[in-house]
């Protein structure tokens, strides 16, 4: 077929057959299926004896010889009263048989096995074509709920968030056969039809809609902007593909513009150097800055946390501890390992005496880029601006991207890496569509260079294991990050992410807590999440990892770092409006 040719229609006939017999072998249906196939076992076990009770009596009884074929045979015809005739019983016992078979027959397929095909799989497969089709608008009732237009690793990821945090929810699909499965197998209330078209949009309920995400192509996404805000008031938040574009979105009506791709790529790229602190700062609180930093190279590689004297040498608190995914809180005898990164709450001139310490400069990394995709573009202008020395490898250029032009060749290839002396390298980040081959390339990249730091990207959540088990020191997972970012574009917190189910978030002191000792308010027994830093409301001395008999006070804010899990049960023990 010529490119820029249209399917042929017979092509398309095919295709849409074999989406609609797909739907038999997924969700519940493929569970039905099991049990029929069962049944029709039972039912030729139920031939076989049949068939071999006719031979027997016929031999013993009627003193004719039959073969197992012609058994089965004169059994399928009685069972399904065809009754041909050309083979009968002539004594009383053999009609008697004969008459059981028949009975048996009209029970078991003429009856159970039609009602069975019916209820288990035809009803079922009307019954969800018919709701699928007519399912076009929400109850007038519905209100704060929240849609989402595109159905990606990423929304999907945010909608079982929000279903974990029980806020009510629909999707919509263009594609019918993607909202088919959807309902199928995840039960998710999705929708099909045309994001612009305005019948839906109204049937959505758009204007008592909590919030609207705008997760496709850069003009749908416009689109979807012009059409709600010419209407309705409702905050709109677009996920952009392209930075340059956010402006635009803005001008269509988006409240809210995420580059996803572009955070993503910055992500990668902090957490691959390993230079210092300066290039590792994740956000600001007031004065507070939480970076990171790696204890390779730095003299810290082999001490304890109580001998490596940090605090005392930097005024620099160590709040964690990363080792390739584990996340722990360190403690006075925790052994800094090399291939350890430190989580540090300090202020930028304690972050440069720690630079002091360890020596390096931005120059004195280099940082290998595995894949040419718009997260790859990202993270090489992000470390073309520290500037930390980069190289850029990919089959070829990404038409999208021509600011960075990358070295042509096949990543996958040990001689290609090393003819661009990966083995010098001190961070490698691996960002391919295509999970199984960031699997490989972890895994070839640690074997040619032991000590290099691996961060991966996952474009599913399902391979973050597999990539620390080939060697990354840190996996970064679209679907998981993105839906986090959703989230807090929600719920308009003031979280940061640090990596797979670990964030940083501020929250007023509780009005019970106040005059208490952090000890005695038992907030790390009763939610697991721990206090990184006490920020004062007002002009005041920020205490950074204070002592268990710190006394709370009214007047300031408490970080916290912790899971998602533990920042809802201290939102659950602490709700904000009992809070001063």
Known sequence: MLRGTTPTRPFCHM???????????????????????????????????????????????????????????????????????????HTDLGYIFATLVTVSGVIFLLIILPFGTISLFLAPWIEDRLRLSHLRELPEETTGHVVIFGVDPVTLSFMRRLRARQIPFVAVTSDFHQAQRLREDTDFKVIHGAPTDPLLLEGLRIGAARQVIANLSDPENTNICLAIRARWNTPVTAVVDDPEHKDLMRLAGASQTIPLKKILGNYLATRSTTCGAQAH???????????????????????????????????????????????????????????????????????NSMEKLTG?????????????????????????????????????????????????????????LRQLNVNEARGVIITTNDDSINVFLTLNSRHLNPSIRIVARAN?????????????????????????????????KETIFLTEGIGIFLRPLPATLDGKTILEARLRPQTGCSIVAMIPNERG??????????????NMDLLFIGTPTQEEVFDKLYPRNTTS
């Open 360 to 416: 390096e400069q931005p120059a004195d990394d280099l940082v290998f880029i595995l894949g040419h995709g718009r997260i790859g573009c990202a993270a090489a202008h992000f470390l073309d601006r520290r500037p930390v020395p980069f190289i850029l490898v990919d089959r070829e250029i990404n038409p999208n991207c021509t600011d960075h032009i990358p070295v042509i060749g096949d990543a996958t290839s040990a001689l290609i």
């Open 281 to 351: 700062v994740l956000d600001t609180f007031g004065a507070l800055l939480i970076a990171e930093i790696s204890v390779h190279g730095t003299p810290f590689v082999g001490q304890t946390l109580a001998d490596a004297q940090i605090r005392q040498r930097t005024g620099l608190a160590v709040i964690g501890l990363w080792n390739r995914g584990k996340f722990t809180l360190p403690q006075a005898e925790t052994l800094l390992d090399d291939r350890d990164l430190m989580l540090l709450a300090g202020t930028r001139e304690q972050l």
């Open 15 to 89: 295709k849409s057959i074999a989406s609609e017999l797909a739907y038999f072998v997924r969700g519940k249906a493929r569970q039905n299926l099991k049990l029929l196939l069962t049944y029709c076992a039972f039912l030729v076990g139920l031939i076989l004896v049949y068939a071999f009770i006719f031979r027997f009596m016929m031999h013993h009884i009627e003193g004719r010889e039959f073969s197992m074929i012609a058994g089965i045979y004169w059994t399928i015809t009685v069972m399904t009263t065809l009754g041909f005739g050309d083979i009968t019983f």
């Open 541 to 554: 001395h920020i205490i950074v990892s204070p002592d268990p008999e710190t006394v709370l006070t009214t």
């Open 460 to 492: 599913q959540e399902e391979n973050v294991e597999q990539l620390y088990a080939a060697g990354a020191d840190f996996v970064v997972s679209n679907a998981s990050v993105g839906a986090g970012i959703l989230i807090n574009a929600l719920e308009r």
